[in-house]
């Protein structure tokens, strides 16, 4: 069965730091480009980090230097760790596969507090 399932999110004030994961199903982990997306609200999703099959990650300027995508080969899993929050990362956080995307998650809500 095809599915992501993201966790992690929280209240948080500024300056801290969240660990995102996302469990996703090995037809879609083995071979893809992965991606954190964020949705904040009244705006349109939007990839914020990605990370390569090989391990190459680009990130979003708005995140670049505080925001680090991983991903455990073992446990599909992708990861975000978040650090220097502030109060636009705010939104709810979904993975997926980047160039085929699947059925979203239902997504993991950061609330960063200013």
């Known amino acids: 069965q095809v599915q992501l399932v993201e966790s992690g999110g929280g209240l948080v004030q500024a300056g801290g730091s969240l660990k995102l994961s996302c469990a996703a199903s090995l037809i879609i982990f083995s071979s893809n480009t992965m991606g954190w997306y964020r949705q904040a609200p009244g705006k349109q999703r939007e990839l914020v980090a990605r990370?390569?099959?090989?391990?190459?990650?680009n990130y979003a300027d708005s995140v670049k230097g505080r925001f680090t995508i991983s991903r455990d080969y073992a446990k599909n899993t992708v990861w975000l760790q978040m650090n220097s929050l502030k109060a636009e990362d705010t939104g709810v956080y979904y993975c997926?596969?980047?160039?085929?995307?699947?059925?979203w998650g239902p997504g993991t809500q950061v609330t960063v507090s200013s």
């Open positions: 997926n596969a980047v160039y085929t995307l699947q059925s």
């Open positions: 990370i390569t099959y090989s391990g190459t990650t």
